[in-house]
């Protein structure tokens, strides 16, 4: 819901709110596992069968949600 928010010419406020804070709790989730509990985290994106490394994917992800949240929201 939140993408499909972004593609309106202006998404309402309450979704832009909400991307950020889940981009900024994504982004500690993911910090956390990854760097201070040195988790092995795999994508799932096909079963689970492959071995490609999540932890730096999915930061950026959720750091540029973030980032497009907070200029969404000063513009």
Request: glycine share 8%; hydrophobic share 55%.
């Amino acid at each position: 819901m939140i993408g499909i928010s972004f593609l309106n010419s202006s998404p309402p406020a309450l979704i832009i709110v909400i991307a950020l804070v889940l981009g900024i709790s994504g982004m500690i989730s993911v910090f956390k596992a990854i760097y201070l509990d040195k988790l092995k985290l795999n994508c799932e994106c096909i079963g689970g069968y492959t071995k490609t490394p999540l932890g730096i994917i999915s930061f950026v992800e959720n750091l540029l949600m973030a980032i497009m949240s907070f200029l969404i929201l000063i513009k």
